[in-house]
T-cell receptor, first 116, second 111 residues
Framework: EAGVTQFPSHSVIEKGQTVTLRCDPI?????LYWYRRVMGKEIKFLLH????????ESGMPNNRFLAERTGGTYSTLKVQPAELEDSGVYFC??????????????FGAGSRLTVL | QKEVEQDPGPLSVPEGAIVSLNCTYS??????FMWYRQYSRKGPELLMY??SSGNKEDGRFTAQVDKSSKYISLFIRDSQPSDSATYLC???????????WGLGTSLAVNP
């Protein structure tokens, strides 16, 4: 079974530019999550998709961040325009439908974003 | 106050040592607790999760939860160099799928 795949693994952009991160979850996993880890801080929840619907986007920092999951398969997270404080590692995770209670997530390796 | 507190270390132990990793939490609503392991440049991978107070054992790993004192522990017996990684504790409640994470503790097991 293929795992959660994220692309790119590392992106270096200048402040004001746009970056799009992509996540391919495990096939059949309806639940897809985005998390972010800023250096020296805890991993923080950004949002949760169930299939193509946003279930919870309470962790999105501001309207410069846009997440989509068209067709309920892969997801993209766009940052436009990027700011210095957006630098960090963006993790995608997925879980099987019907998972109740404990949130057993399978994570991707992360996309490291550096904004200069 | 952070909802989940975890000492980031680093922690360095000799091979074969018993390792104790700990977290505290403040939110009484948390119902399940997890430990993830993260190797460098990789995503976190689930080690263990538990719903209740008490111990849960899986091979060399034991997860312990004390809800009365809001304390979470992970014990690693006969530690190996391959256990060198960052260990993250997490907590959640009900159907809320938003894990609340600790900072992670960096562990080095020296041969």
């Amino acid at each position: 079974e293929a795992g959660v795949t994220q692309f790119p693994s590392h992106s270096v952009i200048e402040k004001g530019q746009t970056v799009t991160l992509r996540c391919d979850p495990i096939s059949g996993h309806d639940n897809l999550y985005w998390y972010r880890r800023v250096m020296g801080k805890e991993i923080k929840f950004l949002l949760h998709f169930v299939k193509e619907s946003k279930q919870d986007e309470s962790g999105m920092p501001n309207n410069r961040f846009l997440a989509e999951r068209t067709g309920g398969t892969y997801s993209t997270l766009k940052v436009q325009p990027a700011e210095l404080e957006d630098s960090g590692v963006y993790f995608c995770a997925s879980s099987h439908p019907g998972t109740t209670g404990a949130n057993v997530l399978t994570f991707g390796a992360g996309s490291r974003l550096t904004v200069l | 106050q952070k909802e989940v507190e975890q000492d980031p270390g680093p922690l360095s132990v000799p091979e074969g040592a018993i390792v104790s990793l700990n977290c505290t939490y403040s939110n009484s609503a948390f119902q399940y607790f997890m430990w993830y392991r993260q190797y460098s440049r990789k995503g976190p991978e689930l080690l263990m999760y538990t719903y209740s107070s008490g111990n849960k054992e899986d091979g060399r790993f034991t997860a312990q939860v004390d809800k009365s004192s809001k304390y979470i522990s992970l014990f690693i017996r006969d530690s190996q160099p391959s256990d060198s990684a960052t260990y993250l504790c997490g907590a959640g409640a009900g159907n809320n799928r938003k894990l609340i994470w600790g900072l992670g503790t960096s562990l080095a097991v020296n041969p």
